[in-house]
């Protein structure tokens, strides 16, 4: 079982950045791999990013590569995602999710993640 919290979320400016966090609890959190997705008002849930532990590789929605970054810290329990370049359209909620690596599910679809954080919210102002 992993529990996720998501943090860092707020009002920026478009230009500006944020760091969101998503602290795990549970002793098999290093044998999942993460992602983060977020959702805008009457859109559905949509990919964002996802860090594989082994390796170290990352994956963007080419929405946001080169704006986000995904990183974690595997002893802190903690991954982050680093959003540079805000613009009004990234305005969502945020959700960090933990999936099991090897899935045959693509990890882009949030149908591959076992875990859930609750969300932060996002919004940037233009």
């Known amino acids: 079982q992993v529990q996720l919290v998501e943090s860092g979320g707020g009002l920026v400016q478009a230009g500006g950045s944020l760091r969101l966090s998503c602290a795990a609890s549970?002793?098999?959190?290093?044998?999942?791999?993460m992602g983060w997705f977020r959702q805008a008002p009457g859109k559905e849930r949509e990919f964002v990013a996802h860090i594989r532990w082994s390796g170290g590789s990352t994956h963007y929605a080419s929405s946001v590569k080169g704006r986000f970054t995904i990183s974690g810290d595997n002893a802190k329990k903690t991954v982050y995602l680093q959003m540079n370049s805000l613009k009004p359209e990234d305005t969502a909620v945020y959700y960090c999710?933990?999936?099991?690596?090897?899935?045959?599910?693509?990890?882009?679809?949030?149908?591959?993640?076992?875990?859930w954080g609750q969300g932060t919210q996002v919004t940037v102002s233009s």
């Open positions: 549970g002793r098999t959190f290093n044998t999942y791999d």
């Open positions: 999710a933990a999936e099991t690596p090897g899935t045959p599910i693509p990890l882009d679809s949030d149908y591959a993640y076992d875990y």
